[in-house]
């Protein structure tokens, strides 16, 4: 029996992502953008999606999707780092984490909210990328490859809304947080590069419940629907390809707070 190759010995090298919020919408237009051979996707949602697991056994990709609860982010923080340690380190060429999921909870004043919406609003938004974010960190210190953190943000963290407090709260929350951890991830060699990045306007399920409110419970309801009559949503794919364009540029990180259509 012949000897092997040399690159029959060492296993082949992977851009590792991490994505939460991938069932559906941009989450899902990224996923499915991602799937390639030369990368491994682990997908984070409360439930998983069969046609995204179809895609990517036909693309013959790498995919994990777990199905739990971001609002129990201590649990799967936890999870996400016993499995990041799990890996072999020469199988890594990259580790992203994008923290995408958010929920935006009844479209109400603060005074007519549910609490246990806010509260879930505010988990899945802010605690969970949070403690991601930190297991995420952690785990891959000791990694001598590329880390990067992808925060999914929103105008609305930049700009306050009637009826929206948890959800703007949030988002304003996820940029400051990142501002902080670019200073730290600057103090220590090979710190991850991150950014807190405002994809657009997307024709998406908040938007359908934006517009769809009444004027009485949402002052703003007439400016979304406008959005949608005049055609300047962007479609779920266009804006996942924008927001992965951003991530793959080779500044990335030197903003910590972003925008893409500051791209434009």
Known sequence: MSAPHLFDCIPMATHFYILTGASRGMGLAMAEQLLAPQHQLLCISRHANDALTL?????????????????DALSVSHQLAQWLQALDPITIDSVTLINNAGVIPAIAPLRGSD??????ALRVG??????????????TLHLHVPRKVLNISSGLGRRAMASQAAYCAAKAGLDHFTRCLALDEARVPNGAKVCALAPGVIDTDMQTQLRSATPDDFPDQSGFAHLKQSGQLTTASEAAKRVLAWLARPDFGQQAVADVRDAA
């Open 55 to 71: 895609k990517a056994a036909q693309l013959k990709c790498t995919l994990t999707q777990w199905s739990l609860d971001l609002s």
């Open 115 to 120: 609490p246990l919406e806010l509260t879930r």
């Open 126 to 139: 802010l605690e969970a990328p949070m403690l991601l974010t930190g297991a995420f960190l952690k785990a």
